[in-house]
């Protein structure tokens, strides 16, 4: 299965070669030309039926939160700082692998019998934290793990209750992996799949790459938060699992185009497909960056709602990551003329 | 015999491994130990790790059964002329878990810990719910867009926090997950560097792994003294299995394998011994202070290193039960350094459970009727 796949492969951001490849991979038998950019940005052309149709830029971002290992102390424990926002509170006791040749290690804690009563309520800071491969001391371990390698969680992906997956990663490689699958069709329009790096450190990939193609109109395929969970009110809950991908409105660092968004809607009610819109104005995506590259560019966002994001294990709904290729595959089939989502 | 424990064949990527050379077996009982780690075993709730240790322990033994609390009781028998010592070896083989208290609107399961569990390693682990087929869950907490400022700084309360299943409807799970369900982490054995492993329930089915080590070993060795192994129950819930064990057993002597914390930064020198230096002798009221002694002296005969761990009290590990047990039992405490622990991440070393399988075994060896009547003077 391609979503595990990718799930499973290594990319921290900056660190995206292992993704990148396995995506090149599967994507050249499908599409026109394929190329690379200054920063490692993916990039497929798929020329459309109609030449002087829309050009159409779709992105999915590769990389993953991580660690980025920034001292090696004389023990031989790593010490590491995070690559993108990780809750430090998710890393206690977890297995990870750094670097792309997968050195194992784990993220340990003192034993809570040696902890006083107040240690057990407080938080270990990223400082506190550290990593141990086994090595004996510090020369041991430069020998396994170098300075600025990342390190990232050691899950294996895997099915769970009826219809769900769980996995690292999925923010984005869901994304990724539905923007491979839609490759696999022809459209009328001329599409650009760009499969973007450095999202989870400040959107800088997707910078680039829309200053790059300067396309008519985008849409991001991305992971959300699903807040439908215990300790959350309903007017919290983000998305929801199950009830079919997200639309935002608005986030931190993007309004999304109406128009836009409109014909998204208007795709999702013609094939009789479930969508929801995103309840919170939380969180940001690549259509931050994108929607203000150039003289601006018409930019929705479009997202498989996923719980436990930045953590060792996400939860998303294998019907919600059909039904964002379905609606898309609608939108592009059914593709809206140049000006669609200028006002 | 020892098709078994087949030798340890993984090999790390890109690891030059600076040991195992064809000499070092230390990687021996690596499969076994995986296999132990990863089987399930929750306090109260051990038949799956019993039922794997009873074919493990098997073909080592003259006889092997379960007691009426679950305790698995392997029998060697000695050699030699009557009387034959006799001497109970003890490691706990239940661990640490979570059991299910409630169903929750949403597929969601709430839980209570069995054992110390220290709550704060509890969020995105990656869990398996022993229901009437195990399921697959994650232990969820609040979103990060839900936190208030400063939260992130606190621990998240243990009521806060809740395992999801991917199921959505609370009645179709009320079919699969009773409550009382026990729920343990899914975790795989991870080798690292220097033969070290990591990975959950290593407290203490290492101690149970150095068991049949101990035993393997013996197959080669002649010993006058009846040997019996015993992987307990319950002990992380207050050391129950040995108590009724060694009431039953009523042995002329007990020696212990647990583990002790291993060193790392932020613990005290006195606290936490180094892994890979070879096992730490308890010392302290709870241990005969010559059974100390003559572990102590076999391990410098036979080669094993060795460290003291000077203890005050023995609580925490089954020599609190047996010493006590009947009209005293002469009991040591062995135990492998281990860092983290009650994590999913529990670490130690390959070699340090060689090493101590070896040392019990010659100790046993050596056992003489005159030498167990000596331990009753004073």
């Known amino acids: ?343 | 015999m020892l098709g078994i424990f087949s030798r340890g064949q993984q090999k790390l990527k890109g690891m030059e491994k600076t040991t195992n050379t064809k000499e070092d077996k230390s990687l021996e009982y690596l499969d076994l130990l995986r296999r132990l780690s990863q089987e399930q075993g929750v306090s109260g709730r051990e038949a799956k790790v019993a039922e794997s240790l009873l074919k493990t322990l098997h073909p080592l033994v003259d006889e092997v059964e379960r007691d009426r609390l679950g305790n698995v009781i392997a029998h060697k028998k000695g050699e030699g002329p009557d009387p034959h010592p006799r001497v109970m070896l003890a490691a706990h083989m239940d661990e640490i878990g979570l059991m299910v208290t409630q169903i929750l609107e949403g597929g969601f399961l709430r839980f209570t810990p069995v054992g110390g569990i220290d709550l704060r390693t509890l969020p995105g682990q990656e869990v398996l719910i022993h229901g009437l087929s195990p399921l697959r869950g994650v232990i969820g907490a609040k979103p990060p867009h839900l936190q208030e400022p400063g939260e992130r700084k606190k621990a998240i309360p243990g009521d806060e926090l809740y395992i999801d299943t991917g199921y959505s409807k609370k009645e179709e799970l009320e079919e699969m997950v009773p409550l009382g369900t026990m729920v343990t982490i899914e975790r795989d054995l991870q080798l690292l560097a220097n033969d070290l492993v990591a990975g959950k329930a290593l407290d203490n089915r290492a101690g149970v792994t150095v068991l049949a080590a101990c035993f393997q070993e013996l197959t080669r060795l002649k010993h006058r003294a009846d040997v019996y192994g015993v992987a307990t129950v319950q002990e992380e819930v207050g050391v129950r299995g040995a108590m009724v064990s060694s009431y039953g057993l009523a042995p002329d002597l007990a020696v212990v394998i647990d583990v002790c914390h291993g060193d790392m930064p932020g613990v005290a020198e006195d606290e936490g011994f180094p892994l890979g230096k070879g096992p730490a002798l308890g010392l302290g009221p709870h241990v005969h202070p010559r059974l100390f002694t003559t572990l102590k002296e076999t391990a410098q005969e036979i080669g094993v290193p060795y460290q003291v761990e000077p203890s005050p009290t023995p609580a925490g590990t089954d020599a609190w039960a047996i010493q006590i047990a009947r009209e005293g039992i002469p009991t040591a405490l062995v135990s492998l350094p281990l860092r983290y622990m009650h994590t999913a991440v529990e670490t130690l070393s390959l070699k340090d459970l060689k090493e101590t399988g070896r040392l019990l075994a010659a100790f046993i060896q050596g056992l003489e009727p005159a030498f167990v009547e000596g331990l009753s003077c004073y």
Not at chain 1, 12 to 27: A, C, N, S, T
Not at chain 1, 53 to 63: F, Q, S, V, W
Not at chain 1, 94 to 105: E, L, N, S, T
Not at chain 1, 211 to 230: F, H, I, Q, R
């Open chain 1, 1 to 343: 299965m391609l979503l595990k796949e990718l799930s499973e492969a290594f990319g921290p951001p900056g660190q995206e070669d292992e993704v990148r490849d396995l995506i090149r991979e599967k994507i050249a038998p499908h599409v026109d030309r394929i190329w690379t950019d200054t920063m490692g940005n993916l990039y497929a052309e798929k020329k459309g039926r109609d030449a002087a149709g829309p050009r159409i830029m779709l992105a999915a971002h590769m990389d993953e939160v991580a660690l980025m290992i920034t001292r090696i102390d004389r023990e031989g424990f790593l010490h590491f700082k995070s690559l993108g926002g990780i809750d430090q509170r998710v890393l206690i006791a977890k297995p990870v692998v750094i670097g792309r040749q997968r050195v194992p290690g784990v993220i340990g804690a003192k034993a809570v019998h040696l902890l006083e009563p107040e240690e057990r309520e407080r938080a270990l800071s990223l400082r506190e934290l550290f990593i141990d491969i086994g090595a004996r001391d510090k020369e041991e371990a430069e020998k396994l793990v170098a300075i600025g390698e990342g390190a990232v969680f050691q899950s294996r992906f895997s099915s769970i209750g009826g219809n769900r997956v769980r996995g690292k990663a999925l923010d984005n490689r869901a994304g990724c992996s539905a923007l491979v699958e839609l490759l696999q069709y022809d459209y009328p329009v001329n599409l650009t799949a760009v499969f973007t790096v450095q999202e989870e450190v400040g959107l800088r990939g997707a910078r680039i790459a829309s200053y790059n193609l300067k396309p008519d109109l985008a849409l991001v395929m991305e992971t959300t938060t699903a807040g439908d969970v215990p300790e959350a009110k309903s007017h919290q809950m983000s998305t929801r699992l199950g009830k079919g991908p997200a639309l935002t409105i608005m986030d931190r660092t993007l309004i999304a185009a109406p128009d836009l968004l409109k014909a998204l809607e208007e795709t999702a009610q013609r094939l009789d497909k479930p969508y929801q819109w995103k309840q919170t104005a939380t969180g940001g995506t690549d259509g931050g960056a994108i929607h203000l590259t150039g003289a601006g560019i018409p930019t929705a966002v479009v997202a498989i709602p996923c719980r436990y994001l930045h953590s060792p294990a996400s939860v998303i709904d294998l019907a919600d990551y059909q039904h964002l290729i379905e609606l898309i595959h609608g939108f592009l089939t059914h593709a809206p003329g140049r000006r669609t989502g200028q006002k």
